[in-house]
T-cell receptor, first 116, second 112 residues
Framework: EPEVTQTPSHQVTQMGQEVILRCVPISNHLYFYWYRQILGQKVEFLVSFYNNEISEKSEIFDDQFSVERPDGSNFTLKIRSTKLEDSAMYFC??????????????FGSGTQLSVL | DAKTTQPNSMESNEEEPVHLPCNHSTISGTDYIHWYRQLPSQGPEYVIHGLTSNVNNRMASLAIAEDRKSSTLILHRATLRDAAVYYCILRDARYNNNDMRFGAGTRLTVKP
């Protein structure tokens, strides 16, 4: 079965540094998402992306965050100046179509970001 | 999207059926009921979804009450691999937001 792949599985960074998390969505999917999960808490929606534009974002997704599809296969989440509270598991997901049409979300295994 | 209420945790025995409840008393006629689960150290995965009628797939069954104010995810024969957090999410098909928001879910423990 096709899957969403995320690299690296674990990233350690210093506070204030920029970090880029990478994802390869399923190849025929057109809609891409980032979620995060702080240890022991719920999975939180960050942003959805389609056709090179953000289609939805949460209140968490502030100016410190950006997303990009730099080529035909990768989807990235950049955090410009990491804070301690950005430490979390970050999940990438993709869907073939718009979620409102009841498309299934396919998630990657996540990147554990540790900010020291 | 309307709110859902799930128990924080449930336990079951291996090879027995599990019924995971979800209350959604403010559900609207256009709310679909989605279930996802999150196995330990993994991302969430889709389980099943439905609108009014009961649904079955290879993973589970979804039983929807006649008034749609509650639903139950049924795992017919729990295995140790089914130990996970199960999320019940309502998604209104009318709304154009392209997001799916997760609540706290029910943590299912399966005992051997």
């Amino acid at each position: 079965e096709p899957e969403v792949t995320q690299t690296p599985s674990h990233q350690v960074t210093q506070m204030g540094q920029e970090v880029i998390l990478r994802c390869v969505p399923i190849s025929n999917h057109l809609y891409f998402y980032w979620y995060r999960q702080i240890l022991g808490q719920k999975v939180e929606f960050l942003v959805s992306f389609y056709n090179n534009e953000i289609s939805e974002k949460s209140e968490i997704f502030d100016d410190q965050f950006s997303v990009e599809r730099p080529d035909g296969s990768n989807f990235t989440l950049k955090i410009r100046s990491t804070k301690l509270e950005d430490s979390a598991m970050y999940f990438c997901a993709s869907t073939k179509g718009w979620i409102a049409t009841n498309e299934k979300l396919f998630f990657g295994s996540g990147t554990q970001l540790s900010v020291l | 999207d309307a709110k859902t209420t799930q128990p924080n945790s449930m336990e079951s025995n291996e090879e027995e059926p599990v019924h995971l409840p979800c209350n959604h008393s403010t559900i609207s006629g256009t709310d679909y009921i989605h279930w996802y689960r999150q196995l330990p150290s993994q991302g969430p995965e889709y389980v099943i979804h439905g609108l009014t009628s009961n649904v079955n797939n290879r993973m589970a069954s979804l039983a929807i009450a006649e008034d749609r104010k509650s639903s139950t995810l049924i795992l017919h024969r729990a295995t140790l691999r089914d130990a996970a957090v199960y999320y019940c999410i309502l998604r209104d098909a009318r709304y154009n937001n392209n997001d799916m928001r997760f609540g706290a879910g029910t943590r299912l423990t399966v005992k051997p």
